[in-house]
C-alpha cells in the first residue's frame, strides 16, 4: 500500500507542481532512477515488470536491433539472430554497454509484436480451396515420396484427397476433375497459393499470368479463381488444416498398396467417411452441411475436360519420340514422322494423325528409355540378326515354352528358323501374349512346331473349340502314324525284352 501512495506522491510532485526528478529523488530520498520508473508507470506492477520497460541504456539502440530483425525475414530460418546473437554484435560493433536481458526483452517484444494477427473469417456455400501436400508411402513394394491433391469446401468442411507420383500440371488438372465428379459439381470460385502449376507469372501490379493448362481448365469449367498473398499459406487456411489432417489421419502408419489406383480408393473411402463427422463448434454433421454446398454448385460440362500435356514431337530413327527427357517407343512404321504427345499424370499417349499408335506408362525418371518389344519385331523379322541384341526386348519376360520353340525350329532350320520364330512372337501384336504363350505350349505338346500350327491353336482357343489341324499341309511337320491293335506286336515285344 505505501508503494501505491509513493507513487501518488512523486507523480503529483513531479507532474502537477513541476518539482525536478533530481529534487524529488532528495526529497522522498529514493533514487533517480526509481523517480524515473515511478514517472513510467502510473501504479507499480502487481506481478513484476509489466507493459513498457524502462531501458534509457538501450537508448540510440533500438534502431539496430529493429534493423537486424527486419533483415532476418529474409533469411534461412535456422541462421536468423538470437538475442544473445544480437547483444555480443551491439556490443562487439556499436559499444553497447547495457546487460542482456533488457536486450532479450526488447527483443521478445519486438517479435510479438511483428507476429501476424488474423481476422475470423466466414464462408459462404459453393466456395473451395485447393492445395497440394506430400507424404511417404509403399507402391507396389517401393518406398516412394508421392504427392496429394486436396480440396476443401470451407463453409461445410466436405474434402477430397487424391495421391498421385508427381506434383506436376497433369496431376493438378486431373485432381480438379476427381473432385468435381467427388462433389458433384463445380465450385463457383477456387483459392489457391501462387502455385507455379497455375500462376505463370505474377507481374508488377500483382495481376497473374495463368498456365496454359490451368487456363484450359478454367475455361472449361468456368469456375473463378482467387489467389492468396505470396508466401502466405495461411491465407487458406482450410485447406491448409485439410492438408495436414489428411497425412496425419489418412496416411500413418505409412500407407501400404498394390498401386496408386487402390490407395486412392482407400482415400476416397476415407473422404466420405469423415463426412459423417460433427465439427468442434458445429451442430451437424459434414454431409448436412454439404447440402447448402451442393445447392450453389455449378453444374458440371457434358464431358470431363482431357487433363493432359500435349506437345508436338517427332520420331527418331530408332522410332523414340522424346518427351521431357524420357524416350517412348512407337512402331517401327513411323519412325521419322511428326506425332502429337498427350502426357497424362500416369501415362503417355503418342498420336499420329489423329490416331493413337502408342501408350506407354509414364515415367518420372530421368533419360529413361520406356520400350514396347511389340513396336520392334516387324523390322526384327526383317533383320533377324538383331533378335539376341535388340533392347526393346530386354526385359520382355516369355514362358519356357517359347525359348524351347525357338531352341527347336533353330535347330530344325537355322536362320529360317529364327525368323519362323519372330513370326510367332509377332502374334503377339494380334493375340494376347498369354494367349500366345499357351497355344506354343500346346503347340509343343502335339509336336507341331510350326508358326501355323500356333497361329491354329490360338484362333482355335480365342473361338472355344479343339483346333483341327490338317497336317497334309504341313509336310514338314512330324507324322503321327497310327494302326489298328495287332496282339503279335506285342509277342514281338516280348521276344525282343527276352533276348536282351
Same mark, same amino acid.
Given at each position: 500500500?505505501?508503494?501505491?501512495?509513493?507513487?501518488?506522491?512523486?507523480?503529483?510532485?513531479?507532474?502537477? #507542481?513541476? *518539482?525536478?526528478?533530481?529534487?524529488?529523488?532528495?526529497?522522498?530520498?529514493?533514487?533517480?532512477?526509481?523517480?524515473?520508473?515511478? /514517472? %513510467?508507470?502510473?501504479?507499480?506492477?502487481?506481478?513484476?515488470?509489466?507493459?513498457?520497460?524502462?531501458?534509457?541504456? /538501450?537508448?540510440?539502440?533500438?534502431?539496430?536491433?529493429d534493423a537486424i530483425l527486419s533483415a532476418d525475414r529474409q533469411v534461412h530460418s535456422k541462421q536468423r539472430h538470437t538475442a544473445q546473437r544480437i547483444f555480443e554484435r551491439l556490443k562487439d560493433e556499436h559499444g553497447f554497454s547495457g546487460g542482456s536481458?533488457?536486450?532479450?526483452?526488447?527483443?521478445?517484444?519486438?517479435?510479438?509484436?511483428?507476429?501476424?494477427?488474423?481476422?475470423?473469417?466466414?464462408?459462404?456455400?459453393?466456395?473451395?480451396?485447393?492445395?497440394?501436400?506430400?507424404? #511417404?508411402?509403399?507402391?507396389?513394394?517401393?518406398? %516412394?515420396?508421392?504427392?496429394?491433391?486436396?480440396?476443401? /469446401?470451407?463453409?461445410?468442411?466436405?474434402?477430397?484427397?487424391?495421391?498421385?507420383?508427381?506434383?506436376?500440371?497433369?496431376?493438378?488438372?486431373?485432381?480438379?476433375?476427381?473432385?468435381?465428379?467427388?462433389?458433384? @459439381?463445380?465450385?463457383?470460385?477456387?483459392?489457391?497459393?501462387?502455385?507455379?502449376?497455375?500462376?505463370?507469372?505474377?507481374?508488377?501490379?500483382?495481376?497473374?499470368?495463368?498456365?496454359? *493448362?490451368?487456363?484450359?481448365?478454367?475455361?472449361?469449367?468456368?469456375?473463378?479463381?482467387?489467389?492468396?498473398?505470396? @508466401?502466405? $499459406?495461411? #491465407?487458406?487456411?482450410?485447406?491448409?488444416? !485439410?492438408?495436414?489432417?489428411?497425412?496425419? =489421419?489418412?496416411?500413418?502408419?505409412?500407407?501400404?498398396?498394390?498401386?496408386?489406383? +487402390?490407395? =486412392?480408393?482407400?482415400?476416397?473411402?476415407?473422404?466420405?467417411?469423415?463426412?459423417?463427422?460433427?465439427?468442434? $463448434?458445429?451442430?451437424?454433421?459434414?454431409?448436412?452441411?454439404?447440402?447448402?454446398?451442393?445447392?450453389?454448385?455449378?453444374?458440371?460440362?457434358?464431358?470431363?475436360?482431357?487433363?493432359?500435356?500435349?506437345?508436338?514431337?517427332?520420331?527418331?530413327?530408332?522410332?523414340?519420340?522424346?518427351?521431357?527427357?524420357?524416350?517412348?517407343?512407337?512402331? +517401327?512404321?513411323?519412325?521419322?514422322?511428326?506425332?502429337?504427345?498427350?502426357?497424362?499424370?500416369?501415362?503417355?499417349?503418342?498420336?499420329?494423325?489423329?490416331?493413337?499408335?502408342?501408350?506407354?506408362?509414364?515415367?518420372?525418371?530421368?533419360?529413361?528409355? %520406356?520400350?514396347?518389344? !511389340?513396336?520392334?519385331?516387324?523390322?526384327?523379322?526383317?533383320?533377324?540378326?538383331?533378335?539376341?541384341?535388340?533392347?526393346?526386348?530386354?526385359?520382355?519376360?516369355?514362358?519356357?515354352?517359347?525359348?524351347?520353340?525357338?531352341?527347336?525350329?533353330?535347330?530344325?532350320?537355322?536362320?529360317?528358323?529364327?525368323?519362323?520364330?519372330?513370326?510367332?512372337?509377332?502374334?503377339c501384336e494380334t493375340f494376347d501374349q498369354t494367349l500366345v504363350e499357351a497355344s506354343v505350349a500346346h503347340a509343343l505338346d502335339i509336336g507341331a512346331i510350326s508358326f501355323d500350327a500356333v497361329k491354329m491353336i490360338a484362333l482355335a482357343k480365342l473361338?472355344?473349340?479343339?483346333?483341327?489341324?490338317?497336317?497334309?499341309?504341313?509336310?514338314? !511337320?512330324?507324322?503321327?502314324?497310327?494302326?489298328?491293335?495287332?496282339?503279335?506286336?506285342?509277342?514281338?515285344?516280348?521276344?525282343?525284352?527276352?533276348?536282351?
Amino acid at each position: 500500500m505505501k508503494r501505491v501512495e509513493l507513487y501518488v506522491k512523486v507523480r503529483r510532485a513531479v507532474l502537477a #507542481d513541476g *518539482m525536478s526528478r533530481r529534487g524529488a529523488a532528495r526529497y522522498f530520498g529514493i533514487d533517480r532512477k526509481t523517480v524515473d520508473k515511478i /514517472l %513510467v508507470f502510473p501504479a507499480p506492477p502487481e506481478h513484476g515488470r509489466s507493459g513498457r520497460i524502462y531501458r534509457r541504456k /538501450l537508448t540510440g539502440f533500438t534502431g539496430i536491433i529493429d534493423a537486424i530483425l527486419s533483415a532476418d525475414r529474409q533469411v534461412h530460418s535456422k541462421q536468423r539472430h538470437t538475442a544473445q546473437r544480437i547483444f555480443e554484435r551491439l556490443k562487439d560493433e556499436h559499444g553497447f554497454s547495457g546487460g542482456s536481458t533488457i536486450v532479450r526483452n526488447y527483443v521478445a517484444e519486438a517479435r510479438l509484436r511483428s507476429k501476424e494477427v488474423f481476422v475470423p473469417l466466414s464462408h459462404k456455400p459453393g466456395h473451395a480451396q485447393a492445395d497440394f501436400g506430400e507424404a #511417404d508411402a509403399i507402391i507396389a513394394g517401393k518406398r %516412394v515420396r508421392f504427392h496429394y491433391f486436396c480440396m476443401d /469446401l470451407p463453409q461445410s468442411d466436405a474434402c477430397f484427397v487424391k495421391a498421385y507420383p508427381a506434383e506436376v500440371a497433369e496431376a493438378f488438372c486431373d485432381g480438379h476433375v476427381a473432385a468435381f465428379d467427388f462433389f458433384g @459439381g463445380v465450385p463457383l470460385s477456387i483459392l489457391y497459393d501462387n502455385t507455379r502449376l497455375a500462376v505463370a507469372q505474377i507481374l508488377g501490379d500483382g495481376r497473374r499470368t495463368r498456365s496454359s *493448362m490451368f487456363s484450359g481448365l478454367q475455361s472449361h469449367y468456368l469456375f473463378e479463381d482467387r489467389f492468396g498473398r505470396p @508466401g502466405k $499459406g495461411n #491465407d487458406k487456411g482450410k485447406v491448409e488444416g !485439410l492438408v495436414g489432417y489428411a497425412r496425419r =489421419n489418412f496416411m500413418v502408419p505409412v500407407p501400404v498398396a498394390d498401386s496408386f489406383e +487402390t490407395f =486412392n480408393e482407400r482415400l476416397i473411402d476415407k473422404c466420405r467417411k469423415r463426412q459423417q463427422a460433427v465439427l468442434r $463448434g458445429k451442430h451437424a454433421s459434414i454431409a448436412e452441411r454439404f447440402r447448402s454446398d451442393a445447392e450453389m454448385l455449378m453444374a458440371r460440362p457434358a464431358y470431363a475436360f482431357d487433363p493432359c500435356h500435349m506437345t508436338a514431337g517427332r520420331a527418331s530413327s530408332l522410332s523414340l519420340v522424346r518427351y521431357k527427357t524420357n524416350d517412348y517407343s512407337v512402331p +517401327t512404321a513411323f519412325a521419322h514422322r511428326e506425332m502429337v504427345i498427350k502426357a497424362y499424370v500416369d501415362r503417355v499417349d503418342i498420336i499420329y494423325q489423329g490416331e493413337r499408335i502408342a501408350r506407354h506408362p509414364r515415367t518420372y525418371a530421368r533419360e529413361d528409355f %520406356v520400350y514396347d518389344p !511389340l513396336h520392334y519385331l516387324a523390322l526384327i523379322e526383317q533383320k533377324a540378326g538383331a533378335l539376341d541384341q535388340a533392347a526393346p526386348l530386354d526385359d520382355w519376360l516369355l514362358s519356357p515354352p517359347v525359348h524351347r520353340m525357338r531352341r527347336l525350329m533353330e535347330a530344325r532350320s537355322g536362320k529360317d528358323g529364327r525368323r519362323e520364330f519372330i513370326q510367332v512372337l509377332r502374334l503377339c501384336e494380334t493375340f494376347d501374349q498369354t494367349l500366345v504363350e499357351a497355344s506354343v505350349a500346346h503347340a509343343l505338346d502335339i509336336g507341331a512346331i510350326s508358326f501355323d500350327a500356333v497361329k491354329m491353336i490360338a484362333l482355335a482357343k480365342l473361338e472355344h473349340r479343339p483346333p483341327r489341324l490338317d497336317l497334309s499341309l504341313y509336310p514338314y !511337320l512330324p507324322r503321327a502314324d497310327v494302326r489298328a491293335t495287332n496282339t503279335s506286336s506285342y509277342l514281338d515285344l516280348l521276344s525282343l525284352a527276352g533276348a536282351a
